[in-house]
T-cell receptor, first 114, second 110 residues
Framework: EAGVTQFPSHSVIEKGQTVTLRCDPISGHDNLYWYRRVMGKEIKFLLH????????ESGMPNNRFLAERTGGTYSTLKVQPAELEDSGVYFCASSQDRGRQEQFFGPGTRLTVL | DAKTTQPTSMDCAEGRAANLPCNHSTISGNEYVYWYRQIHSQGPQYIIHGLKNNETNEMASLIITEDRKSSTLILPHATLRDTAVYYC???????????FGAGTTVTVRA
């Protein structure tokens, strides 16, 4: 069974540009989560999808971040325009059910904003 | 969610058991203890979780004290590949957010 995949693995962009990160969850997992670790900080929750619906986006830092999950399959996280402080590693995770289930994480996308 | 306290780092000899402590003195009755780890350049990986009873799986054992205020993750035979940052997370059963703290950096030495 394929795990959670993320694309790209690395992205280097200039401040002010737009970047879109993609996450493909494990097939059949309705729950999809985005987390990120910015430099020197702890891994923080960003948002949670159940199928195509956003259940909780309380961790999204500001309106420059837009997450979508059309059709309840893969998800994208767009940063527009990117700022220097957005640099970090963005992780996607999925789970079959919410709550007392393990979350399966992807390898992450390392974003560098210059 | 209850806060957890873990040592910043610890070393372990290859082949020996690694015992990772975690304090969660404010844990509530409906909160579980989860352990995840992050090996360098990879995403976090689930290890084990428990409520009040000790748990064991193919990766590790979780020992929770009777008052549930602390727990210990045991890696029975540490290998070099177990070198990672280990996170102890306390979360309600219906919660989905994982709150990663700083974790314990475990270095397994040959």
């Amino acid at each position: 069974e394929a795990g959670v995949t993320q694309f790209p693995s690395h992205s280097v962009i200039e401040k002010g540009q737009t970047v879109t990160l993609r996450c493909d969850p494990i097939s059949g997992h309705d729950n999809l989560y985005w987390y990120r670790r910015v430099m020197g900080k702890e891994i923080k929750f960003l948002l949670h999808f159940v199928k195509e619906s956003k259940q909780d986006e309380s961790g999204m830092p500001n309106n420059r971040f837009l997450a979508e999950r059309t059709g309840g399959t893969y998800s994208t996280l767009k940063v527009q325009p990117a700022e220097l402080e957005d640099s970090g590693v963005y992780f996607c995770a999925s789970s079959q059910d919410r709550g007392r289930q393990e979350q399966f994480f992807g390898p992450g996308t390392r974003l560098t904003v210059l | 969610d209850a806060k957890t306290t873990q040592p910043t780092s610890m070393d372990c000899a290859e082949g020996r058991a690694a015992n990772l402590p975690c304090n969660h003195s404010t844990i509530s009755g409906n909160e579980y203890v989860y352990w995840y780890r992050q090996i360098h350049s990879q995403g976090p990986q689930y290890i084990i979780h428990g409520l009040k009873n000790n748990e064991t799986n193919e990766m590790a054992s979780l020992i929770i004290t009777e008052d549930r205020k602390s727990s210990t993750l045991i890696l029975p035979h540490a290998t070099l590949r177990d070198t990672a940052v280990y996170y102890c997370i306390v979360s309600r059963s219906n919660d989905y957010k994982l709150s990663f703290g700083a974790g314990t950096t475990v270095t397994v030495r040959a």
